[in-house]
């Protein structure tokens, strides 16, 4: 097993506030463990410790009685213990997908031949064959993460930990790592402990652990740990859409005594509460504003005369007006990135022209500046836009290329933190010493303070805790609605764009694949599915209850109040 006694840690000797206070616990052989815990409860810190890349300031790791602090054995708990970090960036380091995945049973001494058949299999499982010969750099986030599972997996370790691995796929890519994992898990008997923010990922595992301040505050099954809806939610966590059906069910008097995490088994519970009917929800279509973006039969492709050619935009015709909200979701590839970096000309169309309140990115004397101060882009990573020697000065960096006079730049950057929840004791650190939740609102902060008329967020809250997620997204939507600022928002979650966009684009292999309100696409999740999405628990939970696709536990409720009956008084 993996055992820690009374395990200690900070980042900086004296530090008073530890990062793991005294952590006692245990990761028996075999087992499937979920880690939880907001943003800064110790998850990573812990989790670098099962591999000795953090050694105890305080305590003892033992990994299968190996000594974490004994030099000697290092080589041997490193290759006992695979790790594959939250941004795959941070461990691929070959040319090839094929080169990088090799590279750890290479440095093992692995025999040739055996490092072949590994490679082979770590590719198929993962998905990653297909472009086994690609560069990373050529590859979706997405695509990088399932390339860094690969590498740990052709280790062959008796201990996969993985830091929030599924961060950045799509939703049913996110369901095959998962399953991978659980096959790994009861064929190969490797012990997997995940860290996520996930839940649905988290009820597959065979044993939940929430941390919360370096101290261990929960531990059991995931239905232990699931059904104290309170005590999650005050962890700074959430519940499936299912489970939070129930709870707010319960709360309204439904004679309910049992909990679900999964669809099947909540519509069991529920199926005595629902009757069939009709009930139809006016859909609230806001005014079509003044067109302020329109992308015209725009191709683009990469690499067109290299061996790394892609065409990852084709034939895209849309228009984004004023004060719309957007939600883009697409499969891993499917050209969401590619197609935002055109909407403020960072790259240029191969084919077909895109106009930017009436400035044509491709002509050669276009206001480009004047395009990027109008459409504002926060990249998939935003702390990587970080770069100045303090929060204020980054925060200031664009209103000042702007032009703008001392005063109006100390007021759009007070703007900016009011508006996106920066404090002003953070203005005088450097920004690398924030926290991940920290760096994404200054890096937002830095966009916003130029005052675009669009904002551009490519993924922004993964990697965030439940609670940092929903702060960031409500200060977006309260953005939206007090300063009319059109949202663009890609996103792997379908639960967050259901209810917050108010029109979804699908993309798929780089075309547009619907266009419409989150009920009118979420209601055709048997296709979405056929192209690497889904529809929220909620869609098909409501489907088989109802016969009608609700998207949100709100619209849920709303038909319970409507067409809920059966046993509701019994």
Not at 16 to 24: A, F, G, H, R, S
Not at 46 to 59: C, D, S, T, V
Not at 120 to 136: E, N, Q
Request: hydrophobic share 40%; proline share 4%; glycine share 8%.
């Amino acid at each position: 097993m993996i055992k820690t006694e009374d395990l200690t840690f900070s980042y900086y000797k004296g530090e008073t506030e530890k990062v793991l206070d005294k952590l006692n616990m245990e990761i028996h052989k075999g087992s499937f463990v979920a880690l939880l815990g907001a943003n800064g409860s110790g998850k990573s810190t812990l989790a670098k410790h099962f591999n000795g890349i953090n050694l105890p300031m305080g305590g003892k790791v033992y990994v299968e009685k190996m000594d974490t602090t004994n030099e000697m054995l290092l080589f041997n708990i490193r290759q006992t213990v695979g790790m594959v970090f939250q941004n795959p960036d941070n461990q691929i380091v070959a040319t090839t997908v094929e080169d990088d995945v090799a590279f750890a049973p290479e440095n093992m001494g692995v025999p040739r031949d055996e490092i072949r058949k590994r490679i082979d299999w770590a590719m198929k499982v993962t998905g990653v064959d297909g472009f086994k010969d690609r560069a990373p750099h050529t590859l979706s986030g997405g695509q990088k993460q399932r390339v860094a599972i690969a590498g740990i997996l052709a280790m062959r370790p008796k201990y996969i930990i993985l830091d929030e691995p599924t961060a950045m796929l799509d939703p049913i890519g996110r369901k095959e790592v998962v399953q991978t994992l659980r096959k790994l898990n009861t064929d190969l008997g490797i012990t997997i402990v995940i860290i996520t923010h996930n839940m649905d990922e988290a009820v597959l595992a065979d044993q939940a652990i929430v941390l919360n301040g370096g101290k261990i505050t929960m531990k059991g099954t995931p239905e232990e740990i699931f059904g104290n809806t309170e005590k999650i939610k005050e962890a700074g966590l959430d519940v499936p859409q299912v489970t939070e059906l129930i709870y707010q069910l319960k709360k309204r008097g439904f004679p309910i005594t049992e909990n679900a995490f999964t669809v099947d088994r909540a519509y069991e519970i529920l199926k005595p509460f629902a009757n069939k009917g009709t009930f139809v929800k006016g859909e609230a279509f806001a005014e079509k504003g003044e067109k302020i973006i329109d992308v015209k039969n725009v191709t683009y492709e990469y690499s067109t005369d290299g061996p790394y050619y892609k065409k990852a935009l084709d034939n895209v015709s849309l228009e984004i007006n004023k004060g719309d909200y957007i939600g883009i979701i697409g499969h891993t590839g499917s050209g969401k990135s590619t197609l935002l970096q055109h909407l403020n000309a960072l790259i240029k169309p191969t084919d077909g022209e895109i106009i930017v309140d009436g400035i044509n990115t491709k002509d050669k004397k276009a206001d480009l500046k004047r395009v990027r101060t109008k459409v504002g882009l926060v990249f998939q990573y935003p702390e990587y836009q970080l770069f100045e020697e303090t929060v204020e000065k980054d925060i200031a960096f664009s209103p000042k290329n702007m032009g703008l006079s001392e005063d109006e730049i100390l007021d759009r950057v007070k703007f900016a933190c009011d508006v996106i929840g920066v404090e002003d004791k953070w203005l005088v650190k450097s920004p690398f010493e924030l926290s991940g939740g920290q760096k994404r609102r200054v890096a937002m902060a830095g966009v916003i303070a130029m005052k675009p008329d669009v904002l551009i967020l490519d993924e922004p809250t993964a990697g965030l805790d439940p609670r940092g997620k929903k702060y960031i997204l409500d200060k977006i939507e309260a953005m939206h609605s007090q300063y009319g600022i059109t949202v663009v928002l890609v996103s792997h979650d379908m639960e967050e764009v259901a209810k917050r966009a108010k029109r979804i684009l699908v993309l798929n292999e780089g075309k547009i694949f619907a266009d419409g309100t989150p009920n009118q696409v979420f209601s055709n999740y048997e296709e979405l599915e056929k192209i690497g999405l889904t529809a929220p628990q909620i869609t098909h939970l409501t489907d088989k209850l109802f016969g009608i696709k609700a998207c949100t536990v709100l619209e849920a409720l709303e038909l319970f109040d409507n067409l809920g009956g059966g046993d509701v008084n019994a």
